[in-house]
């Protein structure tokens, strides 16, 4: 899926990509994260880290989220590099353009995200 389209979600993602780190800083008060160090590709040894262990505790469950998401964003940006953003993991098919623009980062075509959630008994996450 190497369109235009492919370009402008590419670029939502990369926004997306921005808030979440933005949002794992702030959580940090303004020290580095550990999601973020990892998507920094390790460009700096962090002295903080040692200093950051209790609150890196309480952020704990917030940040595995914000992480989750941010492997999620980095895989659909990957996806948008290989070509092959916008298709359904399981059928291949096309995603909608439309389900694309609501969740940029989904993997799979309505029907069969309907079949792996009952597959799974799991709920849909908040936002998606
Ligand atoms: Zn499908």
């Known amino acids: 899926m190497n369109t235009p389209i492919s370009d402008t979600f590419r670029q939502q993602l ?3 990509r921005a808030d979440v780190l933005a949002q794992l800083r702030a959580q940090r ?3 580095i994260g550990r999601a973020e160090a990892a998507a920094n590709a390790r460009e700096t040894e962090s002295d903080d880290w040692a200093q950051a262990d209790a ?6 469950a917030m940040e595995e989220r914000e992480s989750a998401e941010l492997v999620a964003i980095d895989e659909a940006l990957q996806r948008v590099a290989d070509g092959s953003y916008g298709l359904c993991v399981d059928c291949g098919d096309a995603i909608a353009t ?3 623009h609501a969740n940029p980062v989904a993997l799979r075509c309505v029907a069969c995200q ?3 959630e009952q597959a799974s008994g799991a709920t849909k996450p908040a936002g998606y």
């Open 29 to 31: 008060g303004g020290k």
């Open 114 to 116: 309907d079949k792996a």
């Open 14 to 16: 990369q926004a997306m």
């Open 55 to 60: 609150e890196r505790d309480l952020a704990f």
């Open 98 to 100: 439309a389900r694309l």
